[in-house]
């Protein structure tokens, strides 16, 4: 047996065993294997494992309390970690009393789910795997791009097709099994909350789909799953599964598909269309966020300040998000001087004494001395 890599491979008997490393996900593991009767060596035979993740839920690495003083402004450091290193967010449950948040400069007050949503169809195909060879744009990968048309399901020449039915059942990744993909555009970029992917023939291929960091350095995944087989379907289907909420605007998309093992035939693509918001609405923030907490004047514990939030590494799913976690924040009194209550609407006749009673306060005793 040879080595394959993240993992481990031991064969007991005539059955071997492998073994993947922990936190490895996604990859397709290739080894091969030979038998032998002590005389002679068999040819060897190519085993392919494809390692699928567990959701693995983020951990905190922070620790949840910190100390400061009346009406001085303090960071609040929130970090965690992911095991397959996916965009982790934050999502403020809670809000603190006797003091402001801010997140990323801006003073949360009340919590607002994202409001403005964007609906959109793909405007632009900036890269694809493969198209069938048909003249005059017929079957082009630039087809999926504009608004739906038609919504009929069968052979359509203005749709996309890749140049094979199977695309040779060979992987072009090295992390998970897809034999096609498209990687589209929209106009305004959005936080996308669902893809709709139209097929007009023999559906059910879609496998992944990701979203390209704002810089450009690569993709973070949205979904994956393994393919929908459609025994004998022969209907116009809408792919649309439940994504994690992208926390970057985004306006560029990769799609991946599975064309091997479960069509016979021909798949294509009509069109594409993305729905997302242009904000995430207040309290939610990528990991690590922009936190800060300033209690506000003449304000102190006991009791202590807190606020609650929960991190998720998909945003927007709710079995995928960490039960609330509370931040403690201990606001130690200053010194200050006392402040004067002052006396008004007294009337006094001349000659006669008109008794005053003068007072002043501070933080947490009566101030008795005058000046």
Not at 193 to 221: F, K, Q, W
Not at 307 to 325: E, R
Request: contains cysteine; aromatic residues 12%.
């Amino acid at each position: 047996v040879t080595d394959p890599g993240n993992g481990v491979v031991f064969v007991p008997t005539l059955n071997a065993f492998f073994s993947p490393f922990t936190a490895f996900t996604f990859y397709a593991v290739n080894y091969n294997l030979t038998t032998s009767n002590m005389s002679f060596i068999s040819s060897a035979v190519a085993v392919t494992v494809q390692v699928l993740p567990v959701d693995t839920p983020p951990t905190l690495t922070s620790r949840l309390n910190i100390s400061t003083f009346e009406g001085e402004t303090v960071d609040l450091p929130i970090t965690a970690r992911d095991t397959e290193n996916y965009p982790v967010s934050m999502s403020v449950s809670t809000l603190p009393a006797q003091g402001t948040l801010l997140l990323n400069g801006v003073p949360v007050t009340s919590l607002v789910p994202a409001l403005h949503q964007v609906v959109q169809w793909v405007s632009e195909v900036l890269d694809f795997s493969s198209q069938f060879p048909g003249k005059g744009g017929t079957y082009f990968a630039a087809n999926v791009a504009g608004p739906q048309v038609k919504f009929d399901y069968g052979d359509n020449s203005w749709a996309w097709a890749p140049s094979s039915t199977n695309g040779d059942c060979v992987s072009r990744g090295t992390d998970i099994f897809y034999t096609e993909f498209l990687v589209v555009k929209i106009a305004t970029p959005v936080y996308v909350t669902e893809v709709e992917v139209m097929e007009n023939l023999n559906p059910g291929t879609l496998t992944r789909i990701l979203a390209r960091y704002p810089d450009g350095s690569g993709y973070y995944p949205l979904w994956y799953g393994k393919p929908t087989v459609y025994s004998g379907r022969l209907t116009y289907t809408v792919a649309a599964p439940q994504l994690c909420r992208s926390p970057y605007l985004t306006n560029v998309l990769r799609l991946e598909f599975d064309t091997c093992n479960v069509i016979s035939g021909w798949h294509e693509i009509d069109k594409i269309r993305v729905i997302g918001t242009t904000d995430l609405g207040t309290g939610v923030s990528v990991v690590p966020p922009q936190l800060k907490f300033k209690p506000w004047a003449h304000t102190f514990g006991p009791p202590q300040v807190s606020f609650s939030f929960t991190i998720t590494h998909c945003l927007g799913v709710y079995l995928k998000t960490s039960q609330p976690f509370t931040y403690v924040i201990n606001v130690t009194a200053v010194e200050d001087a006392p402040l004067a209550n002052s006396v008004t609407g007294l009337t006094a006749k001349p000659g006669v004494a008109l008794p005053v009673t003068l007072s002043a306060s501070s933080d947490n005793v009566l101030t008795s001395l005058l000046s």
